[in-house]
């Protein structure tokens, strides 16, 4: 079974620039006897798409060269850093309206004459099994990151530790370093998404694209142009003879003018129904989706390389793009199926 998770006739089309149904102009081949079925010395957009459907060749840096489709990693330290802001989130959070000087409404009182009291030690004890935890989770995970942040929490426990044995500051200070130090922590904890996530997510909106272009065909079936704007036209003659036969004392009415305005809209809705209709054109749409498809695949080779945080942060960057470009074709070709489907639901009626 092949790894490539594209349709493959669908990225084959798109290396095929000039549409005459030929890649090998277009593309460097080192693998010539693992595509040319035909033995002609070129390569079709056919012949490309079948030697990459069982994984005989992959297309990098324009040449067609022997090897299979890989797949992005998931990266355990990302599962960690999601982990560790997810506790030191979660520690902040548990303070409510707590900040860096004061504990929250957990570790206060109010004597009788109103005086706010703060039960630091209980807040920092709090603290430090909280950081504890980020301190174990982040030591198992050898990321720069994550080793950053079994650094900043060890130290801060042991300062902690050290202020209390030597009464260094107050007891105020003490629980605001410990604060601080995990506010931090879930600042720089922020992970991007995994490779694994970038490539599903990415391949997925060009699927959902051709899946939404089909829908667009399929709602064109058994019409006509012609036959539509036949239709259209009679109904807005007879929508223009609802307004004509408006009595005059109610077109200076609110009710006369409510219905006119009705009318209008209802012939407008028609006309732009109606262009939508003329200006479909399905198979336009998937030679564009395949320039994205194509651009999904090559994006999508770089998201088997990734190592480490930063790379999938890349990763993930030069993705959206070419999510948004797909998302965008597929949002258009359902607002274009929908609107087609309503119009002959209006000329049925």
């Known amino acids: 079974m092949s790894q490539l ?8 089309r798109g290396y095929d620039k000039n549409r005459d149904g030929v890649v090998s102009d277009d593309l460097k081949v080192t693998a010539m006897d693992l595509v040319d079925t035909q033995k002609d010395g070129k ?13 005989r060749v992959i297309v990098s840096q324009g040449t067609i060269l022997a090897g299979k489709a890989g797949a992005a990693p998931t990266l355990p330290e990302i599962q960690s850093l999601n982990t560790i802001r997810n506790l030191a989130s ?22 009788q004459n109103g005086k706010v009291h703060y039960q630091y030690g209980a807040a920092i004890a ?24 079994a650094t900043l929490a060890r130290n801060a426990l042991q300062q902690n530790t050290w202020d209390h044995l030597l009464d260094q500051g107050s ?33 997925g909106s060009v699927k959902q694209a051709q899946q939404s272009i089909q829908g667009l065909k399929t709602s064109l079936k058994g019409v006509t142009v012609a036959d539509a704007e036949a239709k259209v036209q009679q109904k807005i003659k007879d929508l223009q003879a609802d307004i004509a036969a408006i009595p005059g004392w109610q077109k200076v009415l609110v009710v006369g003018l409510a219905r006119k305005a009705s009318l209008n809209n209802q012939i407008k809705d028609l006309q732009n129904k109606l262009a939508t209709l003329k200006a479909a054109k399905p198979d336009t749409q998937i030679t564009q989706l395949s320039s994205t498809a194509r651009q999904a695949y090559e994006v999508g080779q770089n998201g088997w390389k990734v190592r480490n945080v930063e790379e999938a942060d890349a990763y ?10 797909a998302r965008g074709i597929g949002r258009k070709a359902v607002q274009d199926a929908n609107h087609i489907q309503a119009l002959r639901k209006k000329l049925n009626q």
């Open 316 to 325: 993930a960057t030069e993705a959206s793009p070419v999510i948004n470009e």
């Open 5 to 12: 998770r594209l349709d493959a006739g669908l990225v084959a």
């Open 90 to 111: 979660d520690a902040v959070g548990f303070f409510g309206a707590g900040n860096a000087q004061y504990p929250g409404y957990n570790y206060q009182s109010t004597d």
């Open 126 to 149: 709090e603290l430090r099994t909280r950081l504890s935890a980020i301190e174990t989770v982040a030591r198992q995970d050898n990321g720069f990151r994550s080793k950053t942040v």
């Open 43 to 55: 390569v079709t957009v056919a012949e490309l798409a079948a030697a990459l459907g069982v994984d």
């Open 171 to 203: 007891a105020q200070s003490r629980y605001s370093a410990l604060f601080a130090t995990i506010n931090n922590i879930a600042e720089m904890s922020t992970a991007p998404a995994q490779p694994t996530q970038t490539e599903e997510t990415l391949y």
